[in-house]
T-cell receptor, first 116, second 114 residues
Framework: AQSVTQLDSQVPVFEEAPVELRCNYS??????LFWYVQYPNQGLQLLLK??????LVESINGFEAEFNKSQTSFHLRKPSVHISDTAEYFC??????????????FGTGTQLKVEL | DGGITQSPKYLFRKEGQNVTLSCEQN?????MYWYRQDPGQGLRLIYY???????QKGDIAEGYSVSREKKESFPLTVTSAQKNPTAFYLC?????????????FGQGTRLTVV
C-alpha cells in the first residue's frame, strides 16, 4: 500500500520569505501526486498535480512542486509567501495501477503559518 | 454551479445514536469517497464507491455504513459502534478509472458526539 510522509507538522515563516513543504511517498512504478490546501473549517482545494510529463508543476498563485522519482519526493515551494497562504497543506498520492480505484492516500498535513 | 454539497455543516449527537451525513454531487462523477479528518492524522479513507450500488471499505470502515443508490448521492451513517465518532468528515468525488485526474471535495461536516 502507498504511504505519504510529510515530515514537518508546522512551518512558521515570515511574509515575503521563501518556503518549502516536504513530501515523500513510498515507491511505486507509476504514481499521481497532488498538493491540496485547506483553510480552517473548509474542504480541500487542489493546489497542483503531477500526472505525467514535465516534472515541475506550477499553480496559479505562485506555488510549484517538483516530482523527483529517484528520491520519491514531491516538495512544494513558493519563493515569496503572503499572509493569505496561511493554511494546512496536504500531499497525496494515487496509484493508477492498483485495483483499488483512484482513491487518494494522504500525508498528515503541514500547517503553514505566515507571520508579519 | 457544479460541486459537492455536504450537509449539515455542524452536527451534534448524543452518544449511542446513529447519525447520517449527506453528500450530493452534480459533477456527474462515477466515484465518491468519504474521509475522516482528525488533528495531526491527515485524512483517512472510510468508504468509497466507483459505481452505483457498489462500494468498498477503506482503511477505517468499522462503525460506519454507506449506500450508493443514486449516482449523485453517497450518504454516510456513523453508527453507535464507532467508538470515537467526533471528527471532521469530508466527502469527495472524481472520475473513475482512466479518467481520474483529481478528487473534488465538499466543505465538510463537523460531527460532535456528546
Amino acid at each position: 500500500a502507498q504511504s505519504v510522509t510529510q515530515l514537518d507538522s508546522q512551518v512558521p515563516v515570515f511574509e515575503e520569505a521563501p518556503v518549502e513543504l516536504r513530501c515523500n511517498y513510498s515507491s511505486s512504478v507509476s504514481v499521481y501526486l497532488f498538493w491540496y490546501v485547506q483553510y480552517p473549517n473548509q474542504g480541500l482545494q487542489l493546489l497542483l498535480k503531477y500526472l505525467s510529463g514535465s516534472t515541475l508543476v506550477e499553480s496559479i498563485n505562485g506555488f510549484e512542486a517538483e516530482f523527483n522519482k529517484s528520491q520519491t519526493s514531491f516538495h512544494l515551494r513558493k519563493p515569496s509567501v503572503h499572509i493569505s497562504d496561511t493554511a494546512e497543506y496536504f500531499c497525496a498520492v494515487s496509484d493508477p495501477l492498483t485495483g483499488g480505484g483512484n482513491k487518494l492516500t494522504f500525508g498528515t498535513g503541514t500547517q503553514l503559518k505566515v507571520e508579519l | 454551479d457544479g460541486g459537492i454539497t455536504q450537509s449539515p455543516k455542524y452536527l451534534f449527537r448524543k452518544e449511542g445514536q446513529n447519525v447520517t451525513l449527506s453528500c450530493e454531487q452534480n459533477l456527474n462523477h462515477d466515484a465518491m469517497y468519504w474521509y475522516r479528518q482528525d488533528p495531526g492524522q491527515g485524512l483517512r479513507l472510510i468508504y468509497y464507491s466507483q459505481i452505483v450500488n457498489d462500494f468498498q471499505k477503506g482503511d477505517i470502515a468499522e462503525g460506519y455504513s454507506v449506500s450508493r443508490e443514486k449516482k449523485e448521492s453517497f450518504p454516510l451513517t456513523v453508527t453507535s459502534a464507532q467508538k470515537n465518532p467526533t471528527a471532521f468528515y469530508l466527502c469527495a468525488s472524481s472520475w473513475a478509472g482512466q479518467g481520474f485526474t483529481e478528487a473534488f471535495f465538499g466543505q465538510g461536516t463537523r460531527l460532535t458526539v456528546v
